[in-house]
């Protein structure tokens, strides 16, 4: 499992969390846990792993 803070004036973690949903890649937002600008990644297999890359690498350079 990896935490990762997101702290980008134009991106919320929220946003990042919807967009790799509607990429079908499933992360957690910690908001609940008093935590809005992190996300929770479990960490999967090398080629799950590859794609959550690519999807988050794709999205952070669409916005």
Do not use: C, F, K
């Not at 949903?21 to 590859?50: C, D, F, K």
């Amino acid at each position: 499992m990896v935490e990762i803070a997101v702290e980008m004036e134009d991106i919320t973690a929220a946003s990042i969390h919807q967009a790799l949903l509607e990429q079908g890649v499933i992360v957690r937002p910690l908001e609940s846990y008093g935590l809005p600008h992190w996300l929770r990644i479990t960490v999967g297999v090398a080629e799950e792993n590859m794609r959550l890359i690519d999807t988050l690498r794709s999205i952070l350079t669409d916005n």
